[in-house]
């Protein structure tokens, strides 16, 4: 289970997304650790997380590579084009057993096209290639795709389920139960890893929803008996 005394770090923290999910967690008591390139930056929105949080919360910034060192519960949260690079860069620094929950989505957007539009990955989905890229031993889980960055940012709670699929059954447990934490959200096992392709996905048709629509939307799964839902 995640506690107090296993911070979660934010590898990219400071975008809208990483930001959305770090105050969720925050007000719900958890320690954070927001990352990124840049210490300075990552302090900076710490502090604005903690502004919005509240006093209490637990929140500092540091480098990616620190933060990997600090902790090991690790949710990722940059654009596609950084994806591959900044794991590279980063193995050194992630310690053994880690999780690292990945919430990339290979938008075309990465490589100049449309947001609505993902891109074709070798190895089947964002996550799956995070799964190549950690170090062995290393657990990776697919989660968080399919929310608003928009809303995460706000005060409501969200309408929303969050679809978790990982080969570690221990990993997507412990990831459903952070995803529980956010107020409105229910956590459904969403089977193994190379179902990320699918949520992959459903974000693009999201984006182009919301644009169409000038909205916020999110996904429900209705009809699976009441313990599929965390
Ligand atoms: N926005 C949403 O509503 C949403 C919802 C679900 C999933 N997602 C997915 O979550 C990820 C993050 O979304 P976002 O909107 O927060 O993205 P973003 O603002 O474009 O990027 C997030 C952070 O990633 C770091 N970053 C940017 N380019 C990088 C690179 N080339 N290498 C390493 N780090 C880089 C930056 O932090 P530093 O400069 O501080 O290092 C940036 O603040 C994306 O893959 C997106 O598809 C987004």
């Known amino acids: ?8 770090a934010i590898l ?64 990722l949260t ?9 794991l590279k860069q980063l193995k050194p620094a992630i310690r053994p057993g880690s999780i690292l929950i990945d919430a990339t989505v290979a938008l075309a957007a990465s490589v100049g096209g449309r947001a609505s539009r993902t891109l074709g990955v070798w190895q089947g989905s964002s996550a799956q290639q995070a799964a190549e890229l950690v170090p062995k031993g ?35 447990q412990l990831t459903r139960a952070l995803a529980a934490k956010i107020p409105g959200i229910r956590a459904i ?5 190379e179902n990320a392709r699918i949520l992959e996905q459903i974000t693009a048709l999201l984006v182009g929803l919301n644009i169409r629509h000038k909205g916020h939307g999110g996904i429900r799964i209705t009809g699976l008996p009441p313990e599929a839902y965390k």
């Open 189 to 193: 096992d969403g089977g193994k890893l």
């Open 1 to 8: 289970m995640s506690d107090a005394s296993r911070p979660i």
């Open 138 to 172: 290393v657990s990776v889980v697919a989660a968080f795709h399919n929310l608003s960055a928009e809303l995460l940012n706000g005060d409501n709670p969200l309408d929303c389920d969050v679809i978790v699929c990982s080969d570690d059954a221990n990993a997507a």
């Open 12 to 75: 990219g923290g400071t975008g809208p997304a990483g930001m959305g999910v770090a105050l969720r967690w925050a007000r719900a008591g958890e320690t954070i650790i927001i990352g990124s390139r840049d210490t300075l930056r990552a302090q900076e929105t710490a502090g604005k997380i903690k502004q919005k949080a509240g006093n209490q919360a637990s929140v500092s910034g540091m480098e990616n590579s620190a933060a990997c060192a600090a902790t090991d519960l690790l949710v």
């Open 78 to 86: 940059v654009p596609f084009e950084g994806q591959a690079p900044l």
